[in-house]
Structure formats: structure tokens, C-alpha cells
């Protein structure tokens, strides 16, 4: 295989970008080993893995706005690495709610995603990633065609669902949900109004 | 409800300090979720006895704690008074670095981180409405015709998390004989200082300032009622409501208003400042109650700080024999 400058740039910018993505998690990981996350840790590490899911997510779907603009589409291919990512903190999130809060209390965990909008809410975020991180790959974009853009554009619900997930949340202080629902609906009412949805024919 | 003996981790040899290395460990050992069994809590059924020592402690390690945020508090002192109890005291650390006082800013540690600026002397306590002679009161003048007592509370926020406190102070129910309410006076009402200056989290409008709460009168004179003037042996830290703090413990943490400036002795219910924020949500009551839930969470069962598992909640926090006679024939679901 031949290491073409551009290839080998594209190689860099994927390390970086994993290296960028992981360091959440492991100053996570760090302070939780070192009694670095106050006396509620179990609430601090949920919080922290749903900010940077919610995080990530705000940042796949800015990713083509920010190439059309940047006349660069070739960042599209970065744009599955943060999406899983994004998935992998949403997992996280959900796994430390499952396992550390509840500890896997199945009937308490079945009431909550019931009777809890905000976890409903959160839930069906969630299963939503679930979807789209398993159908991610190069094999399903060829299986499902035409169908796999229709179920990718469900992260327009996944992203949503997320920041209302925070703000249902919250006690009295909305400020941060705010901000996060603002910037996704702004990504959104972009995509709504670009002149390049004309263009439908290219593939996402 | 499971009812079992505390383990032997649990028992009353362990200073507060252990408890503190303790919450190390477990964190090591939740990362890899592993067997919680050794840290799962002796469920109790006992309510906690107020402790009456009238004498207060020597400040002696107080510099040590002044030296270090983290450090262990008094630990023969607090030995022998936790004996007493089934359930480990809150490390000083949490207890005054975790707080909900957004006077201070909304996070858990900004109040310990920013309430250096409040000026807790000269404080004057405002007392007026239906009471024989309204006054203003240098604080140490309205408290000083009492002993204080320590008194280890369980403390649990309407967020479903709680800890164990010891506190010093004085029964309110004293102070209120002392100032002498009026037969019209059926409800008393607090006020926290507002002074956006040296309360930066005022400057947003998270709640309506000035904080207000109230209790019923014969609320205010139960036993267990506290005015606290300490923690842990040593004056309040800022953040935790100082110099001046209600200490409510049968009720949701919020009923628990800090940094007192004013009294009203009152023939309405007063309008408490979370249940205007959000009526659907809190009430006047707030009496702890694992039967009713929150609109957005469950209350029927909450994390004791430095625990793995939850615990059940207690009916009235553990303190339905002191004070479930209050509340006879008051529907407790519509009165939340």
C-alpha cells in the first residue's frame, strides 16, 4: 500500500483524533483511581460520560456543515470515528447508571426507563446509537443502499433526545442543556436550509 | 424490607477517618464493579437518638483541619459519639465539600470553592412578626442564654443522595420560647441573607432571592428541630450555611435554609422558595417519603455518600417516632 502523503496525513489525523476522543474517559478513569472525583463519585462519572456523549454527538453532527463551509468533503470520513465515540460514552453513561448506580436493580431500571420522561427520553437516545453504531460499517452501507441514509438520519432524533435527556434532568440550573439544545438545533436548521440538500443523489 | 445486622466493616470501631481511606477503595473497586458485598450497609430500623453532651469541644485539631480541606476531623471525640449510632458519620471533607447552596453557584463545589466571601460577623438575626418584642439580634446575643448541644443527624436531599452530620447547636424550640410568639403566630418563616456581593450566585436569578423557608410552629418546636452554629465541632465552614443554619432533619435538605438573617413568626403558610420555583415538585411539607416519589425520580431509595449500593429510604428520614404524630390524619401525598 502505498504511503501517499495525503494517506499518511489522513493516518495522522485518525490517531489524533482517537487520542482526542479517549482522554475524557481516561482522566476519567485516573481521577476515579485517585479519589479525584469528589464525594459523589458514581453521580460525577455519570455526569461526565453523558456530557462528552452529548459532546460528541453535537460534534458528528457539525462535521458537514463545517466541511461544506471549509470546502473540505473529505472530512467526512472522519466523521464515523466521533459518532462511535459518541456511542461509546453514551455506553458508558448508560453502563454506569446500569451497573454502578442501580446495580443492575432490573425492576428499578425497568420503572425508570417507564415512568421517567427524562430516562425514557435518554433510553431511546441510546437505542437509537445502538442502531446506527452496528450499521456503521462499510458492509451495512452496501446491505441496506438507499435505507442506510433513511436510518442514519435518525441521529437527527438521537441528538435531540440527548439534550432534552439533560435538561428533563436537571434541578433548577438549565443553563449548560440549554446551550448544548441550542447548538443542535442550529446544526440542524442549517442542514434544513443548505443549498447542497439539492444535491440529494450523493450518498450521506 | 430487608432488615440486617452491619457487617463487621460497618461496626463502631471504624473512625471517620477509615470510613474516608474506605471511599478510596471502593471507588478502586467500583471501577470493575466488583463484589460491593464487604460495603453493602447494615439496613437499619432504629432511629437516631439525639446525642445531649452539653459541653462544647475543644477546638483543639482545628488547625490540622484548617491545614489540610481533606483531613481526618476529631476522631476520639467522634468515636465515642458515633458508638452510639449504627451508621458512619459523612467525612468532614464531603461533608464540606459537597453541598447544594447555589447562593454560591449551582455545581456541588462551588459553594466550597466560592464562599470565602461571605462576611459571617458581625450577623444580626432579624426576628419579628407575631412575637412579643421584635427585635434585631447580634446573633451571639439571641444564642447566647443557651447550651449548645452536638446532635448527629442523617441529612437527605430531595436529589436522593444523604450523609450523616454532627452537628452543634441549639433547639430552635428554646429560641422560640425565649422570644415569646404571639396566639397568632402559626408558622415561622427564615430568610438567608441576599447580598449579591458576597454571594455571586445571586446574580442569576436560579431561584428567587432571597432563600425562604418555613416550618409549622409545632414543627419548629419539636426536639429535633436545630438552629446550628457548628459541625464537626468547629464553627460552620461558609458553605455549609454559616453562622447560621436550620437543621431539619426529618425533611428534604432544602427545608434546612442556611445563613439565617431573618425570623418571622407568621399566621400563613409562608411561600418557601422551591416550591414557588417549582410547585408540581416541592412543597411546603417535604417530609421525607420513600411513598412519594419526585415528579422526575424515585424517592424511595437514595445513596448515603461513601456507600456503593443504595439504601431504602426512611419514612420521615428514620425519625417517624419523634415526629409521625405531627403529621396525623394530613394526607401525605397531597401534602408533599
Known amino acids: 500500500m502505498s504511503a501517499t502523503p495525503a494517506r499518511r496525513r489522513r493516518m495522522v489525523v485518525k490517531v489524533v483524533l482517537w487520542i482526542v476522543c479517549l482522554v475524557p474517559a481516561l482522566s476519567l478513569g485516573v481521577a476515579a483511581v485517585t479519589d479525584g472525583l469528589g464525594a459523589n463519585p458514581i453521580e460525577e462519572i455519570t455526569h461526565r460520560t453523558g456530557w462528552w456523549a452529548l459532546f460528541l454527538l453535537t460534534a458528528t453532527l457539525s462535521i458537514t456543515p463545517l466541511r461544506r463551509l471549509a470546502g473540505k468533503p473529505g472530512w467526512v470520513r472522519y466523521r464515523r470515528l466521533v459518532g462511535l465515540f459518541a456511542f461509546f460514552y453514551a455506553t458508558l453513561h448508560f453502563l454506569t447508571y446500569l451497573v454502578l448506580d442501580q446495580f443492575f436493580g432490573w425492576s428499578y431500571i425497568v420503572e425508570d426507563i417507564v415512568e421517567r420522561p427524562f430516562i425514557t427520553v435518554g433510553f431511546a437516545a441510546w437505542l437509537i446509537l445502538l442502531a446506527l453504531a452496528v450499521t456503521s460499517t462499510t458492509g451495512w452501507i452496501r446491505r441496506l443502499q438507499k435505507n442506510w441514509v433513511r436510518l442514519h438520519r435518525l441521529v437527527y432524533v438521537a441528538a435531540p433526545a440527548g439534550g432534552v435527556h439533560f435538561l428533563w434532568k436537571v434541578k433548577a440550573d438549565a443553563r449548560e442543556p440549554l446551550v448544548f439544545l441550542a447548538v443542535i438545533i442550529a446544526l440542524l436548521l442549517v442542514r434544513a436550509w443548505a443549498p447542497w440538500k439539492r444535491r440529494a443523489s450523493q450518498a450521506g | ?336
Not at chain 2, 447580634?138 to 450523616?164: G, I, K, T
Request: charged letters at 30%; hydrophobic letters at 35%.
Open chain 2, 1 to 336: 424490607m430487608l432488615i440486617r445486622r452491619p457487617d463487621d466493616i460497618r461496626s463502631s470501631e471504624i473512625t471517620p477517618y477509615r470510613v474516608y481511606m474506605n471511599r478510596r477503595h471502593f471507588i478502586g473497586r467500583s471501577a470493575k464493579a466488583a463484589a460491593a458485598a464487604a460495603l453493602v450497609p447494615g439496613l437499619l430500623s432504629a432511629c437516631v437518638e439525639p446525642e445531649k453532651m452539653e459541653a462544647r469541644p475543644a477546638p483543639g485539631t482545628r488547625d490540622a483541619q484548617a491545614a489540610s480541606g481533606r483531613s481526618a476531623p476529631q476522631e476520639k471525640k467522634w468515636e465515642d459519639v458515633r458508638s452510639e449510632l449504627d451508621e458512619s458519620l459523612t467525612p468532614y471533607a464531603d461533608v464540606t465539600g459537597y453541598n447544594n447552596f447555589y447562593e454560591f453557584g449551582t455545581g456541588k463545589e462551588d459553594p466550597a470553592r466560592n464562599a470565602h466571601t461571605l462576611v459571617t460577623r458581625p450577623w444580626t438575626v432579624e426576628v419579628d412578626g407575631e412575637v412579643a418584642r421584635p427585635a434585631a439580634y447580634d446573633l451571639d446575643d439571641l444564642l447566647a442564654p443557651h447550651s449548645a448541644e452536638d446532635r448527629v443527624y442523617r441529612l437527605r436531599c430531595v436529589e436522593a443522595w444523604s450523609m450523616v452530620i454532627p452537628w452543634t447547636g441549639v433547639p430552635l424550640g428554646d429560641v422560640i420560647r425565649r422570644l415569646e410568639p404571639t396566639s397568632k403566630a402559626r408558622f415561622v418563616e427564615f430568610t438567608t441573607l441576599e447580598d449579591p456581593e458576597q454571594m455571586p450566585g445571586q446574580r442569576r436569578r436560579v431561584l428567587d432571592w432571597p432563600y425562604v423557608e418555613g416550618l409549622r410552629l409545632d414543627e419548629a418546636m419539636n426536639p429535633l428541630t436545630l438552629l446550628a452554629t457548628g459541625v464537626y465541632g468547629s464553627d460552620l465552614p461558609n458553605q455549609n450555611g454559616a453562622p447560621l443554619r436550620l437543621v431539619v432533619p426529618w425533611k428534604y435538605g432544602f427545608k434546612s435554609i442556611k445563613s439565617i438573617v431573618k425570623m418571622r413568626f407568621v399566621e400563613e403558610m409562608p411561600a418557601t422558595s422551591w416550591a414557588v420555583s417549582a410547585p408540581r415538585e416541592y412543597g411546603f411539607y417535604a417530609n421525607v417519603n420513600p411513598d412519594v416519589d419526585h415528579p422526575r425520580w424515585s424517592q424511595g431509595r437514595e445513596r448515603r455518600l461513601g456507600e456503593f449500593r443504595r439504601r431504602p429510604t426512611l419514612a420521615f428520614n428514620g425519625y417517624g417516632e419523634q415526629v409521625a404524630d405531627l403529621y396525623t390524619g394530613l394526607d401525605l401525598r397531597r401534602w408533599y
